[in-house]
């Protein structure tokens, strides 16, 4: 008989699987895509993240998530797409290549050579964590990083196909501006921050005589004022609209107009309009057709204004207070807090957006909004709740995508344009391009016959991302696989990137296929730290997934990040992994303990099966139907929350107690749902802690190279048997109260007693039909039965006349 450890060591056990998993055998065998298959296809569009070397708790959650559910679709019989991408270009990238290794973004090929050999680096760190969390996509033949031609080419393709439905355009106009991060940004990467501010009361002289006072919270932007706006029902201004107020230190005049839009409330409920500041002067510029001034350049500093040129936002507005308090012109300053618009997409920008002019190329997305609010709804959500975050990103749009970034190393925009603002795209069969290495497709511009220049911006990293269901389903390039793959089974991602990731696929894909990306869409909550609050290294409350994994085992941190519902935040302890591992421990000690009895013996069913057999399979039956419904519907909460219910507390604590003298027996019944309910439970839990039950599967079974091999247990031939269920019940319960009384009598388990029943003459009469069997399990030497309709209790003694050794 081969070996069994008594003590299950994940930290020998896991990484002898992961590296059978990734072998080519295993692959061929279990986890490749076949591209032949009649199966049906569950394709999981899992997220690219972006290559920053650490694999963190979040990472680690979305990767357990998409491997339990890979494994369990093909245990149901799915040819089962699991790719996994990396979003390789982008910023970070850039800025630790450009700071860490101190090269010039100037030196574009030295800077772009070093930015791809950092970021195969930083994948190869996150790629050997995820593996030793047991995930197993199909690196082989589906793995893809955003950089790649291949990849490159669907981008570009879909950018010029975009281009062709007429949706596409170069348009000069304000820009939401980091001046950190020197690049323009979309609607999606900004968001507000309440920060500490200040609100300037300043007295705009009238041109006919005396003064409007307007509050605001940029007296830098003073020189780029156009208008004053005050509220038509605001009494207090009704005699001023129309008339003209003298800019204090510039000496510009403006118009006093009014305009609903304006707050009474807020301030003295007189706005100065500049171009711009905020949402709302571009609004006003646009509506009033009012000039524009910029004073503010690329990288965040003032220019053109004589008096404050070459300083920061923060310095000038403060140097611009000194001097209008000097001339006389401030009235009163408030300490404030208010919503300074930011690069929030980014955690360590969070720098405050400038809205500057700028030639950028946008994609139309305003005049789809109904159009999408109307498709969204073809996709599944889980938690259902989570589709009205969609819904309300949709609604709140108030810009077209723009889509080019001002950096290097970035997927190149296929286009060239001209002085008339005419965009020209590559020729296909050219794809992928660099406009700035490559020719144009014409000398001269088709439209107006002016010079073509190429765009030398790079595309935003979401329309990287955005498409990979296309890229992976084939659009371009597989018909045969798209036409089984399409749409994808199911989107799996985070609450934080769903008006990026989930909109912008949502919206490419439909624009170019005509149809919805995903089935459905699965978003997970976030992992929290072990005080209950967002993790991050300032609060040190940080946890990575590896941190214990050779001592607890990659299988109880996939246990312990599944042990939450779908959508929920959670706080991750390592307390809890503890737990999870005794969980195992036990599974290890059940498969341990049958190993003699049922290895490399074929048991068919008998006949007749012993009535505490028939109670466990009807257990097990519900068990079965359970796990499967909540694998169904990704509740892997359910699957664990049963195995503490049926397989520790009934199976390994009851049953195999009751069964182990009928095992030495070699009982047929016994062996028969011993072997039949263990290795069921091997397989429905295989998904979610696969190392260890692939390991015993090997160890009892071994009739495959792969658990994954097997089929998802059938139990319709399970019959209910109600009297069944009802003695093994009251067994189970008599069970506990004889091993309760002993311990509160200070006995050992096995110590012999002599034993009287008070209960019900149910419970007596099905207590008789097993007396056999719970004697020998509890060493009770006799058993009294006393009929007793409220009374539920045993009365246990030690039994002395035991002969010497017994």
């Not at 081969?2 to 990734?22: D, F, M, Q, R, T």
């Not at 303990?593 to 505490?612: C, E, R, T």
């Not at 019940?729 to 506990?736: A, E, L, Q």
């Amino acid at each position: 008989m081969e070996e069994w450890p008594k003590h299950y060591n994940p930290a020998e056990i896991e990484p002898k699987w992961e590296n059978l998993w990734l072998s080519k055998e295993y692959w061929e065998k279990v986890f490749r895509f076949d591209e032949k298959s009649n199966k049906p296809v569950f394709y999981i569009d899992t997220p690219p993240p972006f290559t920053s070397g650490e694999l963190h708790m979040g990472h680690a959650y979305w990767v357990t998530i998409a491997d339990a559910i890979a494994r369990f679709k093909k245990l149901q019989g799915y040819n089962v797409l699991i790719p996994q991408g990396w979003d390789t270009q982008g910023l970070p990238t850039e800025l630790k290549v450009q700071y860490k290794l101190g090269i010039p973004k100037e030196n574009r090929e030295l800077f772009l050579q070093k930015c791809i050999e950092w970021t195969n680096e930083m994948i190869n760190r996150m790629k050997t964590a995820m593996i030793r969390l047991g995930y197993r996509p199909d690196w082989e033949d589906f793995e893809y990083k955003t950089y790649s031609p291949e990849y490159r080419k669907v981008i570009q393709k879909s950018l010029i196909d975009m281009y062709k439905m007429g949706i596409v355009k170069i348009k000069e106009g304000p820009v939401y501006w980091c001046p950190k991060c020197e690049t323009a940004v979309a609607q999606s990467e900004v968001g507000y921050l309440e920060k500490e501010g200040v609100l300037v009361y300043i007295g705009f002289p009238l041109k006919a005589g005396g003064e409007i006072v307007i509050a605001t919270t940029r007296p830098e932007l003073l020189a780029a004022t156009q208008a004053i706006v005050v509220n038509p029902t605001d009494e207090r201004y009704k005699d001023l609209i129309g008339k003209t107020a003298i800019v204090p230190i510039f000496n510009k005049e403006v118009k006093i107009i009014a305009d609903e839009a304006v707050e009474k409330d807020f301030g003295t409920g007189a706005v100065m309009v500049s171009t711009y500041g905020d949402p709302q002067d571009i609004k006003w510029k646009l509506k009033y057709n009012l000039p524009s001034t910029e004073i503010i350049d690329n990288k965040g500093r003032i220019k053109g204004t004589g008096i404050l040129d070459g300083l920061t936002v923060p310095q000038a507005k403060q140097k611009m207070i000194e001097i209008l308090k000097e001339k006389g012109y401030v009235r009163r300053i408030e300490k404030i807090k208010h919503n300074v618009l930011s690069h929030t997409e980014r955690s360590d920008c969070l720098s405050p957006i400038e809205f500057l002019t700028k030639k950028q190329i946008y994609i139309d997305v305003l005049k789809f909004k109904d159009k999408l609010l109307e498709e969204y709804k073809k996709m599944q959500f889980k938690p259902s709740r989570m589709s009205y975050y969609l819904e309300e990103w949709i609604k709140s749009l108030e810009w077209d995508w723009n889509i080019s970034r001002q950096r290097v190393y970035g997927t190149p925009l296929p286009f060239w344009y001209c002085d008339n603002n005419h965009l020209i795209p590559a020729k296909e069969e050219d794809l992928p391009v660099d406009p700035t290495k490559t020719k144009p497709p014409y000398e001269k511009c088709p439209y107006c016959g002016l010079p073509l220049k190429p765009v030398t911006d790079v595309a935003d990293v979401w329309i990287d991302s955005s498409v990979t269901v296309i890229y992976l389903s084939g659009f371009y390039t597989n018909k045969e696989r798209f036409a089984k793959a399409f749409p994808a089974s199911l989107r799996l991602q985070g609450t934080d990137i769903i008006r990026t990731w989930l909109f912008y696929t949502f919206f490419r894909t439909l624009m170019l296929t005509g149809n919805v990306p995903f089935k459905q869409v699965l978003i997970n909550g976030q992992v929290l730290g072990p005080d209950g609050s967002r993790m991050s290294k300032s609060k040190g409350n940080v946890v990575s997934p590896l941190e214990r994994v050779n001592e607890f085992g990659a299988d109880a941190i996939r246990m312990t990040l599944l042990d939450a519902s779908i959508g929920e935040d959670f706080p991750f302890k390592w307390d809890n992994v503890r737990g999870k591992k005794l969980l195992l421990q036990k599974l290890w000690n059940a498969s341990r303990l049958s190993y003699p009895f049922i290895h490399g013996k074929n048991i068919s069913k008998p006949n007749d099966l012993h009535v505490l057999d028939k109670w466990i399979l009807i257990k097990h039956k519900k068990f079965v139907k359970k796990a499967i419904e909540a694998y169904n519907s990704y509740d892997f909460y359910i699957i664990i929350d049963e195995l503490y219910n049926y397989f520790w507390e009934t199976v390994a604590d009851e049953y195999l107690e009751l069964i182990k003298y009928r095992l030495f027996n070699e009982d047929q019944s016994a062996l028969y749902t011993l072997r039949r309910i263990l290795k069921d439970i091997i397989i429905l839990l295989h998904p979610i802690v696969p190392h260890i039950t692939e390991e015993i599967y090997s160890r009892l079974f071994g009739d495959k190279i792969s658990v994954l091999l097997e089929e998802l247990p059938n139990v319709d031939d399970i019959e209910e048997d109600n009297e069944a269920e009802k003695i093994g019940d009251y067994v189970k319960k008599f069970n506990s109260m004889v091993r309760t009384s002993k311990i509160k009598n200070k006995m050992s388990i096995v110590t012999p007693v002599n034993v009287k029943l008070y209960a019900s003459n149910e419970m007596i009469e099905s207590i008789k039909k097993v007396e056999n069997d719970v004697k020998i399990t509890l060493k009770i030497n006799s058993l009294e039965y006393i009929p007793s309709q409220d009374r539920e209790e045993v009365i246990i003694e030690k039994y002395e006349n035991q002969p010497m050794g017994v």
